[in-house]
């Protein structure tokens, strides 16, 4: 069964960087990974995406192993305003199914 | 404009009840998707239309009905639902993918918050 884990919960203080991981070991050979942000009651909000090695914008970088079977989002210095949910999003196969499937979720909470 | 908008905001209906979700994008996106969230859980995916044409179904439930009247627009026709459909549902877009499945990155409506009574 493919599934897409991540940490249910992760805490940290302003100012600090935060690694959040997905596992996705069924991954679908051409598929990015992507990482979305979202707020109580409103849409995910994509944060960044690759396929490979390291990716980086002007809010988050991405790392991905050569086996593409997890990735981290790392968060640099974060602020009270990245209290959110964090999923991953994969395309994996099961049992000879396409599905799009997102990550079970990371609530970060930052405190002052 | 990186906008999807949905329609209504919130919704309240009894089981015999039928009614319409809509969503709107106006990104030249041909890839468009139904989602259903409950309460502290990841979305699931319901349907992707590619090109106005229904692509994925996730074994939904048939009182559940997708429409794709244009590129632009996304219906989803819900009738005789149960108190368990109560959830949110997201509506979202992406441009159509090349060889990368259904991972382009999607933009995202602020979601119908769907009630049955």
């Known amino acids: 069964l493919a599934k897409t884990t991540q940490p249910i919960s992760m805490d940290s203080y302003e100012g600090q960087e935060v690694n959040i991981t997905c596992s996705h070991n069924n991954i679908a050979t051409n598929d990015y990974i992507t990482w979305y942000q979202q707020f109580p009651s409103q849409g995910p909000r994509f944060i960044i995406q690759?396929?490979?090695t390291k990716v980086t914008n002007e809010v988050a970088s991405l790392f991905i192993p050569a086996d593409r079977k997890s990735s981290t989002l790392s968060l640099p210095r974060v602020s009270l305003s990245d209290t959110a949910v964090y999923y991953c999003?994969?395309?994996?196969?099961?049992?000879?199914?396409?599905?799009?499937?997102f990550g079970s979720g990371t609530r970060l909470l930052v405190r002052p | 404009d990186t906008e999807v908008t949905q329609t209504p905001k919130h919704l309240v209906m009894g089981m015999t009840n039928k009614k319409s979700l809509k969503c709107e994008q106006h990104?030249?996106?041909?890839?468009m998707y139904w989602y259903k969230q409950k309460a502290k859980k990841p979305p699931e995916l319901m349907f992707v239309y590619s090109y106005e044409k229904l692509s994925i179904n996730e074994s939904v439930p048939s009182r559940f009905s997708p429409e794709c009247p244009n590129s632009s627009l996304l219906n989803l026709h819900l009738h005789a639902l149960q108190p368990e459909d109560s959830a949110l549902y997201l509506c979202?877009?992406?441009?159509?993918?090349?060889?990368?499945?259904?991972?382009?990155?999607?933009?995202f409506g602020p979601g119908t918050r769907l009630t049955v009574l």
């Open positions: 979202a877009s992406s441009q159509e993918s090349s060889g990368s499945g259904w991972t382009d990155t999607q933009y």
């Open positions: 990104m030249g996106h041909r890839a």
């Open positions: 690759g396929y490979k």
């Open positions: 999003l994969v395309g994996a196969w099961m049992d000879s199914s396409y599905k799009l499937i």
